[in-house]
């Protein structure tokens, strides 16, 4: 009898700037692919993939079939006019810090649409565009509810497959303080519809691992013992605040740097980490355990902030992410190639 193909998920971590790591990881993976098949494109080496956030952005150029290589440049090239230096730009008021958000994401909208549109043949691409199963956490702040987007893989959903592409990855990537809350409308041949106040998916599933594994378990119907889950971080800062530190108000946590957005987006994705291998072990007592890699830098107490748009902090990405891709890269193909 065949043995059934494993059902493989990518997750991509949420992590601005610091998307960087796992573009660059993911476009040696390609280059090491391509030389195996090279009519293959990545994303049919994955039956899901979810991203959130910076993720969300790369999952979805992934998924439209956007070389990795063209997305690492994508992130050197317009970096500083996403995130720039507070000195380049007129900087708010204290005042006006908590109100509005510290940068405009028209820019990172412009360039999303054109770079996603030009990867589906001059259109701009909706969801149901997408050439693989994609699930991109965003949290839906008209109604107070997360929200999980989803290509149309299931007879049940009936909505997001009709949003455009685009407007869901800022959706996700729309970090409370960096950006404002996104809203949107849309119109196509699919329906209409409008979506209100959308902001980052990484204030609930900053590593949405333990969304692909419940996707693909609830809605995909997979055994646990078929799933094989690659999982991308961007980066694992360590923020230690010291006693003897004077007490910080409110503008050291949230503004020009918000700190506290980071804590909690870092703490989020490392005890995902956690889940998974503490479920991965139950399903393991019960001879129904899953094929898990987890690839992750550790940037210790010098952390690079997720708006960071220097040169230097760019090139020091892209190191971590050549040596990510150095150390890892073996492990990678053999995870992806085993039966």
């Given at each position: 009898?065949?043995?059934?193909k494993?059902?493989?998920?990518?997750?991509?971590?949420g992590?601005?700037?610091?998307g960087?790591?796992?573009?660059?990881?993911?476009?040696?993976?390609?280059?090491?692919?391509?030389?195996q098949?090279?009519?293959?494109?990545?994303?049919?080496?994955?039956d899901?993939?979810?991203?959130?956030?910076?993720?969300?952005?790369l999952?979805?150029?992934?998924?439209?079939?956007?070389?990795?290589k063209?997305?690492?440049?994508?992130?050197k090239?317009?970096?500083?006019?996403?995130?720039?230096?507070?000195?380049?730009?007129?900087?708010?008021?204290?005042?006006?810090?908590?109100?509005?958000?510290?940068y405009?994401?028209?820019?990172l909208?412009?360039?999303?649409?054109e770079?996603?549109?030009?990867?589906?043949?001059?259109?701009?691409?909706i969801i149901?565009?997408?050439?693989t199963?994609?699930?991109?956490?965003?949290?839906?702040?008209?109604?107070?509810?997360?929200?999980v987007?989803?290509?149309?893989?299931?007879?049940?959903?009936?909505r997001?497959y009709?949003?455009?592409?685009?407007?869901?990855?800022?959706?996700?990537?729309s970090?409370?303080?960096?950006?404002?809350?996104?809203?949107?409308?849309?119109?196509?041949?699919f329906?209409?519809?409008?979506?209100?106040?959308?902001?980052?998916?990484?204030?609930?599933?900053?590593n949405?691992?333990?969304?692909?594994?419940?996707e693909?378990?609830?809605?995909?119907?997979?055994?646990?013992?078929?799933i094989?889950?690659?999982?991308l971080?961007?980066?694992?800062?360590?923020?230690?605040?010291?006693?003897?530190?004077?007490?910080?108000?409110?503008?050291?946590?949230?503004?020009?740097?918000p700190?506290?957005?980071?804590?909690?987006?870092?703490?989020?994705?490392?005890?995902?980490?956690?889940?998974?291998?503490f479920?991965?072990?139950?399903?393991?007592?019960?001879?129904?355990?899953?094929?898990?890699?987890?690839?992750?830098?550790?940037l210790?107490?010098?952390?690079?902030?997720?708006?960071?748009?220097?040169?230097?902090?760019?090139?020091?990405?892209?190191?971590i992410?050549?040596?990510?891709?150095k150390?890892?890269?073996?492990?990678?193909l053999?995870?992806?190639?085993?039966?």
């Amino acid at each position: 009898m065949e043995e059934k193909k494993k059902f493989t998920i990518l997750t991509i971590d949420g992590g601005g700037i610091r998307g960087l790591i796992p573009a660059k990881v993911l476009a040696e993976l390609e280059r090491e692919l391509k030389l195996q098949n090279p009519d293959k494109p990545l994303y049919e080496y994955f039956d899901l993939i979810c991203g959130t956030s910076t993720g969300a952005i790369l999952s979805i150029a992934i998924a439209l079939g956007i070389p990795a290589k063209d997305l690492v440049q994508f992130y050197k090239e317009h970096a500083e006019s996403i995130f720039p230096r507070w000195y380049l730009k007129v900087l708010p008021r204290k005042s006006r810090a908590i109100l509005t958000s510290i940068y405009s994401n028209k820019t990172l909208r412009r360039k999303l649409k054109e770079i996603y549109t030009e990867a589906n043949g001059g259109k701009i691409p909706i969801i149901n565009d997408l050439k693989t199963n994609v699930c991109i956490p965003v949290f839906n702040g008209n109604d107070g509810q997360i929200n999980v987007i989803k290509t149309k893989h299931s007879e049940d959903f009936f909505r997001d497959y009709k949003l455009p592409a685009h407007e869901v990855a800022l959706s996700s990537a729309s970090a409370p303080v960096y950006f404002p809350p996104h809203t949107f409308s849309f119109s196509n041949e699919f329906g209409e519809g409008v979506n209100v106040n959308m902001i980052d998916g990484g204030i609930f599933a900053n590593n949405p691992s333990l969304v692909g594994i419940l996707e693909a378990t609830g809605k995909l119907n997979q055994d646990f013992s078929d799933i094989r889950l690659l999982s991308l971080g961007t980066g694992k800062g360590k923020h230690i605040i010291k006693k003897s530190w004077k007490p910080k108000d409110i503008w050291y946590w949230l503004f020009p740097k918000p700190r506290l957005l980071d804590i909690i987006l870092d703490s989020q994705a490392q005890i995902t980490e956690q889940y998974i291998l503490f479920l991965k072990r139950m399903a393991e007592k019960k001879d129904d355990g899953f094929e898990y890699l987890r690839v992750q830098y550790d940037l210790g107490g010098d952390t690079i902030d997720l708006n960071a748009s220097s040169k230097r902090d760019l090139q020091r990405l892209e190191s971590i992410g050549d040596e990510l891709a150095k150390n890892n890269l073996s492990n990678i193909l053999k995870f992806l190639n085993s039966k």
